[in-house]
């Protein structure tokens, strides 16, 4: 089993940064691949960012590129999502999640939401224009 835990967020004015930590605990065999989600109500969640542990390589939705970097620290085991140059419309509750993913090439940010096994709880991220 894989947990993990979130923290970060709260409330910026547009053009602002935050950051959001999602700490890995348990199995992190079954947590190579880690994503960023986000959801506003009435919108399905969509991908913002992915991370494949075993050769950082990211990935971004064309929303955030650019502005958004994913990163790790595996000494921690503490996943981070930085977000600069915020938006009013990148205002959602935020959610990391993991899965396993056997190849670079599929741990990136259109994979379905489904094929993630953990998740974290979520946390709001605010930003007033």
């Known amino acids: 089993q894989v947990q993990l835990v979130q923290s970060g967020g709260g409330s910026v004015q547009a053009g602002g940064s935050l950051r959001l930590s999602c700490a890995v605990s348990?199995?992190?065999?079954?947590?190579?691949?880690m994503g960023w989600f986000r959801q506003t109500p009435g919108k399905e969640r969509e991908g913002v960012a992915t991370?494949?542990?075993?050769?950082?390589?990211?990935d971004y939705a064309d929303s955030v590129k650019g502005r958004f970097t994913v990163s790790q620290d595996n000494a921690k085991n503490t996943v981070y999502l930085q977000m600069n140059t915020l938006k009013p419309e990148d205002a959602a509750i935020y959610y990391c999640?993991?899965?396993?993913?056997?190849?670079?090439?599929?741990?990136?940010?259109?994979?379905?939401?489904?094929?993630?096994?953990?998740w974290g709880q979520g946390t709001q991220v605010t930003v007033s224009s």
């Open positions: 991370i494949f542990a075993d050769d950082s390589r990211a």
């Open positions: 999640a993991a899965r396993r993913s056997y190849s670079t090439y599929q741990c990136t940010v259109d994979a379905a939401e489904n094929l993630y096994n953990f």
């Open positions: 348990g199995n992190t065999f079954f947590a190579n691949c």
